[in-house]
Each structure stands twice: as structure tokens, then as C-alpha cells.
């Protein structure tokens, strides 16, 4: 999953980040509105952690900006201004969730699973498909009751289609979601990740849709 982050506090803006890697994400990190303002008229991201004082453009009219353009992507306000009023304002601007500093890095990482979940519309806490059973909190995948070891990369992969169950994602889609800014990616990494899980899971779990891109079929409506 691709994150976005917007702090301008060099020394948290830098655990944040190394936290999130750890926890399986992409991070993408802006310190100040203008720049967070315009990596998300550009970009997709999975979620949105934004502090609010910011410089050049301050946090709440970041968020104002996205929800006017009819972004629905999930945002998890980060802030040091504990009032009542600050958090009705935060939450009216389009917030989803919001966290006071100073947090502990297992709550964030746990409120961004909640808020990617829900914005999926999936309710439950493990997700499902084929029989594959994955655990986003234990970055843990079973089939047929056994764990199956898969790398960073084809863990996201797997997510990111088993969170769009039914849909079909492009590779530059996937490539968006697996990427931060200023990673190499190679041109055939997503094809690869794919040919990996079919082997270590089944091969017909993920479908290739020619010329359009892959697919995870919803059970249900099967």
C-alpha cells in the first residue's frame, strides 16, 4: 500500500517513515502543503497521514482542497492541537481519523489498516479470496491452513487485489501501490510478483486480463 505523509518535523517525518516501511508500506513523504497539495492532485495513494502545521500551506486547507476535488482516499490527521474545536474543524474538513502527538507507532500503523479496510469496503479484520486467508496486522498469508512465506513486495501485491476483490487492477496501478517516489521499478517487477504468488498459492487465484490487467475474483458472486 502507497502512503502518503505530510510532516515537516524532520525527525518525526523520518521515524514515521522507517516505521511504515517496516510495517509493509510505500512511503511517499512531503513536508509542506504545497508540495503534499500537489502530489495528491497527481497521485493515488491508499491513505493520507497529514499534520496540520504546516508551512507554505496549512493542513486543514490541504484537506479542504482534496475533498473538493472529490478525492475519496482515506486521511489520518496527525496533530499537536488537542482542543475540542481543533478536532471538530479536522473532522469537518474530511477527515477520517484523527491522533494527537505524541502516538505510538503501533496505534498509527493499526488506525491506517482500519481506515485502508473500510475505504475497501471490507468490515472484516482478515481478508479473503480463493481460500486465501491474509492477516494485514501479522503481514501473515494461509492456504489450506498453512502459512506461505512471501516476500514484502508479493504481500503487497496480494493485498492490494485482495482489498479490490472483483476489480481489475493494471500493472501501473499495482506499480503505484508498491512504489514510493525515487524507488526503481522494473519494468517487468509486477508480472514477476504475480508469476511468484501463483506458484506459492494456485495458479488460478489471479487472473490475467489481456491488455487490461489482473484480477481477484469476488467468491460471492461467483
Known amino acids: 500500500m502507497r502512503i502518503l505523509l505530510v510532516e515537516d518535523d524532520v525527525l518525526l517525518g523520518d521515524a514515521i517513515q522507517a516505521g511504515l516501511k517496516q510495517s509493509g508500506y510505500a512511503v511517499d513523504w512531503m513536508r509542506d502543503g ?57 473532522l469537518d474538513a474530511g477527515a477520517d481519523d484523527y491522533l494527537l502527538k505524541p502516538f505510538d507507532m503501533g496505534e498509527l500503523a493499526a488506525r491506517l489498516r482500519a481506515l485502508v479496510r473500510r475505504a475497501s469496503g471490507k468490515a472484516e479484520l482478515l481478508l479473503q479470496a480463493g481460500g486465501v486467508q491474509l492477516d494485514p496486522a501479522a503481514h501473515r498469508v494461509l492456504y489450506r491452513d498453512q502459512v506461505v512465506e512471501l516476500s514484502p513486495k ?27 517516489w525515487g524507488e526503481e521499478v522494473e519494468s517487468n517487477a509486477v508480472e514477476v510478483h504475480i508469476h511468484h504468488l501463483r506458484r506459492k498459492l494456485f495458479p488460478e487465484l489471479i487472473e490475467t486480463i489481456r491488455g487490461v490487467g489482473y484480477l481477484i475474483r469476488d467468491d460471492k458472486k461467483a
Do not use: N, W
Open 34 to 90: 504545497v508540495t503534499a497539495d500537489q502530489a495528491l492532485g497527481t497521485e493515488a495513494y491508499a491513505a493520507v497521514v497529514l499534520d496540520l502545521g504546516l508551512p507554505r500551506l496549512d493542513g486543514l486547507e490541504v484537506l479542504r482542497r482534496l475533498r473538493s476535488r472529490g478525492a475519496p482516499m482515506p486521511v489520518l490527521i496527525l496533530t499537536a492541537r488537542d482542543t475540542v474545536d481543533d478536532r471538530i474543524k479536522g
Open 154 to 180: 508479493e504481500f503487497a501485491v496480494l493485498h492490494a487485489l485482495i482489498l479490490s476483490t472483483g476489480k481489475v487492477l493494471s500493472r501501473a496501478q499495482l506499480e503505484e501501490q508498491l512504489y514510493a
